[in-house]
């Protein structure tokens, strides 16, 4: 891994999407819930194979609640809008990276979407799905959501664990209790809306490699993204009179994606207020 990135331009109508599903092409490469196929040939790299999806977890979807964000899904006004196509699945095939052959099999997957018009001014972002045993999966976001001619600090966090997702977001009233961004790590505690049930997220950084991110006018923004991140959780059950905490689920999850990115200092006095 060198934790660097490369952008690939295409034009417009090299661009394809499907209206009733998730199935993308772009180029000579296509992305669906099934899997990828990627065909890139250009001055930077050569990059071909396709890897092939199974036994995909889908974020649950209610007509009050279509996906992660729940009814803010269904404003049409929101800056950003994010959705889990899959949680947790396997993963088969192989890549050929300028010649050398990347191996898939037996991998973990995870697929989630953005689309709008422009990243947040300022969030936290993190995933994982490699814990000690599979079918474990974490994602987890903070950001500055502009709403109404003002803005309010709205998370959204999902832990799959034997097949159950716990859920932790504003829409479902859950509350963030600590949120510190250091240089080295990130500490996030939140409980749910009626305070049964804590999870603590320590996401220690690393090295990474600058992204291109949407802004309103282009791909301009540089985010700072790793991939080799981990994510220490500890899920509880707290007794409302004692406020003793038993635990629940207990792992670190490894190669995880992380972003933490933009206007931090507004963020973070934005959670105290």
């Not at 296509?30 to 092939?52: C, K, M, N, P, Y």
Request: aromatic share 10%; net charge negative; with cysteine.
């Amino acid at each position: 891994l060198t934790g660097t990135a490369t952008y690939h331009r295409y034009p417009a109508e090299a661009f394809w999407a499907a209206e009733d599903s998730f199935l993308v092409r772009v180029g000579q490469s296509e992305f669906s819930a099934r899997g990828i196929a990627l065909d890139i040939q250009d001055e930077q790299l050569t990059l071909r194979g396709e890897v092939t999806f199974d036994g995909q977890a889908p974020w649950p979807i209610t007509t009050l609640s279509p996906g992660i964000m729940g009814p803010f899904g269904l404003v049409p006004i929101m800056e950003c809008y994010h959705g889990v196509i899959s949680l947790d699945h396997g993963l088969a095939g192989e890549l050929v990276l300028n010649g050398e052959r990347l191996d898939f099999a037996h991998g973990r997957g995870y697929i989630e979407k953005d689309w709008g018009q422009s990243f947040p001014a300022g969030y936290v972002w993190a995933q994982t799905n490699h814990f000690h045993t599979s079918g474990t999966s974490f994602v987890g976001s903070i950001a500055i959501i502009p709403w109404l001619g003002t803005s309010f600090p709205g998370f959204i966090i999902g832990l799959w664990h034997k097949g159950e997702l716990h859920r932790f977001a504003t829409y479902t009233g859950a509350k963030t209790e600590t949120l510190e961004i250091r240089d080295d790590h990130v500490y996030w505690t939140v409980r749910n809306w009626n305070k049964t049930r804590r999870l603590h997220i320590r996401a220690n950084r690393a090295q990474g490699g600058l992204l291109l991110g949407p802004t309103r006018e282009e791909m301009s923004s540089r985010v700072g993204e790793t991939m080799l991140a981990t994510v220490e959780l500890t899920l509880t059950a707290v007794d409302q009179r004692t406020n003793q905490e038993r635990l629940l689920f207990q792992g670190t999850g490894r190669n995880a994606g992380l972003e933490v990115h933009g206007d931090l200092e507004r963020l973070l006095d934005m959670q105290k207020q």
